[in-house]
């Protein structure tokens, strides 16, 4: 392989790749300096000249003449008198001789293997830049396209063919994926997996949310208003609490838009996710109620030491502050960053409800305690909440709960 033909081909390649021409230049170099390097050991006497365009590559080696007798004759940089009259006849002792080194004088299998480290090097930049490009926009949205659906993720293709990936745990449940469809996610981190970037999307993540909403809510964007805090149980329901700067402008009804129409773009989006847009406020009180929404709360002690609030409602509001299998609840609690807990208002009691004092003989009385605890202090108040909730707001054991709902259950049948 001639020099032109190894420079046009490696340039092409690196064409190909999108790598620019200054990298490209500085690539060929190092791989001729070390060539340099395996062959004459010092390359601080060589100068190379690359024209990538034209395919041209020059390399020319420079050398003091010394007298053939001299003590230096054996340095790299420098050539006896005898040695350098045999390249000109006139040269003389102090003079500088530049001799051109070819390609072909390094040997075919020097070639070969300089061939095979370009391509090389060019790979593993265009890793980096990869790697790079995907780190500098973690938290973006983008699309991709899909091209293949595996049990534990979803491989995409970006729009430059770069492969992504969405993880089951980071795809939506109700999310469904068909080869060659557009989906949209948020750069969730990127990995270096045996020297080869990992890209992971997200469409579970907070800051998907966050995106969507600067994409429909120009004001967002514009950032007129900001978004303060996003939590989600996704594909069922999210939380978002919106502070605006300008007092023209109210966050909540900017972000639903005129019927709907703004939020409806992103509900649709998140597989039919209900979101709950409230204002924020540094008053914890109002937070906390805002947070609750649509239960409306009577009153409210706040326990900012430990960390919890107990709130005292109407007992046709329990159900809606604590919402289908407690996920309001839980949603208001990670929200305000403090554990929720609710009680009801005893002035008014439901007939078909029956307090929890009732089944002392079938349910132990330190059972009973660790309920009212957290609120619950009728059976319907109980039954409201589904196993995983109650085990996780009390210190009951799973077969206690099941018990306990064996027995509140066997009441209303």
């Not at 010092?42 to 001299?70: H, M, P, Q, T």
């Not at 909403?213 to 069922?236: A, N, S, T």
Request: hydrophobic share 40%; net charge negative.
């Amino acid at each position: 392989m001639d020099t032109s033909t190894l420079i046009e081909s490696f340039a092409d390649f690196a064409k190909q790749k999108n790598i620019d021409r200054p990298t490209m230049i500085r690539i060929l170099e190092d791989v001729f300096r070390n060539m340099i390097r395996k062959k004459y050991i010092e390359d601080d006497n060589f100068d190379i000249i690359v024209n990538a365009d034209k395919g041209d590559l020059e390399i020319w080696r420079f050398r003091e003449i010394v007298d053939d007798d001299s003590e230096d004759i054996w340095d790299h940089d420098k050539i006896s008198l005898l040695e350098a009259r045999k390249i000109e006849s006139d040269f003389e002792v102090g003079e500088e001789v530049a001799e051109q080194i070819y390609l072909e004088d390094f040997g075919r299998r020097a070639v070969t293997t300089a061939r095979q480290t370009l391509m090389q090097k060019v790979k593993d930049l265009e890793k980096d830049i990869l790697y790079q490009k995907y780190k500098d926009i973690v938290g973006e949205i983008i699309s991709g396209e899909v091209y293949q659906v595996l049990s534990r993720e979803v491989l995409l293709t970006d729009s430059e063919g770069n492969e992504v990936s969405i993880p089951r745990g980071e795809q939506i449940p109700k999310d469904r994926y068909r080869k060659g469809e557009n989906v949209k996610a948020v750069v969730h981190k990127v990995d270096m997996v045996n020297g080869s970037p990992k890209i992971i999307l997200s469409r579970t993540a907070p800051a998907f949310l966050e995106r969507l909403f600067e994409q429909e809510v120009p004001e967002v964007y514009d950032g007129l208003i900001m978004i303060k805090k996003v939590v989600r149980e996704p594909g069922e329901r999210a939380k978002v609490a919106v502070e605006s700067y300008d007092d023209r402008i109210d966050p909540v009804g900017a972000c639903v838009g005129m019927k709907g129409s703004r939020i409806h773009a992103v509900v649709r989006e998140l597989q039919n996710e209900n979101i709950d847009v409230i204002n924020y406020t540094e008053n914890l009180e109002l937070y906390i109620q805002r947070a609750l929404s649509p239960a409306k709360i009577v009153s409210i002690k706040i326990d900012k030491d430990n960390k919890r609030v107990a709130v005292y409602l109407k007992p046709d509001q329990v159900s809606l502050a604590i919402g289908k299998g407690g996920l309001n609840i839980r949603l208001a609690s990670r929200l305000v960053e403090m554990e929720i807990d609710v009680f009801r208002e005893t002035d008014e009691l439901q007939e078909e409800d029956v307090d929890l004092d009732e089944f002392s003989d079938e349910i132990e009385s330190w059972v009973i305690d660790e309920l009212k605890r957290i609120g619950l202090d009728t059976a319907r108040s109980v039954l409201n909440l589904n196993k995983e909730e109650l085990v996780r707001r009390t210190d009951l054991e799973e077969e206690t709960v099941d018990g306990i709902l064996n027995v509140l259950k066997k009441e209303f049948e």
